[in-house]
T-cell receptor, first 114, second 111 residues
Framework: DADVTQTPRNRITKTGKRIMLECSQT?????MYWYRQDPGLGLRLIYY???????NKGEISDGYSVSRQAQAKFSLSLESAIPNQTALYFC?????????????FGPGTRLTVL | SQQGEEDPQALSIQEGENATMNCSYK?????LQWYRQNSGRGLVHLIL?????REKHSGRLRVTLDTSKKSSSLLITASRAADTASYFC???????????FGKGTRLSVIA
């Protein structure tokens, strides 16, 4: 089984709908992240969480919210989806215990907002 | 922005040739990492170099780090068509800040 899973893998929705993307991990890492990727813009950090009680905004948090339900679960919500939120979304985890913070990515969720 | 910047943005080479990608960053780092992304898939960690290291090897990968110039390079030797992907550098500034990714270099290896 994959260490970092994302659901759904693909989603098509309409403007104004509330959408939740879910991420689960079995790596036992404290740190979790949500990124979006748009062509030519690389990865942009939306939110990150260094432990269950810690939530931090990233570069582009407007229009998004997150919930860290447990060490293994980190959900991203779009309260009212808009077309420019159409993108590829990635969840990632990391462990800073050895001072490296290497990240492990899920397979991604392709979201289309019509 | 603290974001690293890769150069070139795109690179096309023949199979068997070497591919070199560069990454520049703006502030002091703890370590620098390179990741690979096959089209539409999640990134995969390739190699990490710490700020007190100058060169590391892993298989056909060679990474160098020049902290005085705030730059790193990734060399892929004897490239294969399967190396076709996007490559990202990412920098770690401290334990209290998340990794910062560059925009990537798209490598095409033509068989």
């Amino acid at each position: 089984d994959a260490d970092v899973t994302q659901t759904p893998r693909n989603r098509i929705t309409k403007t104004g709908k509330r959408i939740m993307l879910e991420c689960s991990q079995t790596k036992g890492h404290d740190r979790m992240y949500w990124y979006r990727q748009d062509p030519g813009l690389g990865l942009r950090l939306i939110y990150y969480s260094f432990d269950v009680k810690d939530i931090n905004k990233g570069e582009i948090s407007d229009g998004y919210s997150v919930s860290r339900q447990a060490q293994a679960k980190f959900s991203l919500s779009l309260e009212s989806a808009i077309p420019n939120q159409t993108a590829l979304y990635f969840c990632a985890t990391s462990d800073y215990a050895r001072g490296t913070d290497t990240q492990y990515f899920g397979p991604g969720t392709r979201l289309t907002v019509l | 922005s603290q974001q690293g910047e890769e150069d070139p943005q795109a690179l096309s080479i023949q199979e068997g040739e070497n591919a070199t990608m560069n990454c520049s960053y703006k502030t002091s780092i703890n370590n620098l990492q390179w990741y690979r992304q096959n089209s539409g898939r999640g990134l995969v960690h390739l190699i990490l170099i710490r700020s007190n290291e100058r060169e590391k090897h892993s298989g056909r990968l060679r990474v160098t780090l020049d902290t005085s110039k705030k730059s790193s390079s990734l060399l892929i030797t004897a490239s294969r068509a399967a190396d076709t992907a996007s490559y990202f550098c990412a920098t770690v500034f401290s334990g209290n800040t998340p990794l910062v990714f560059g925009k990537g270099t798209r490598l095409s290896v033509i068989a």
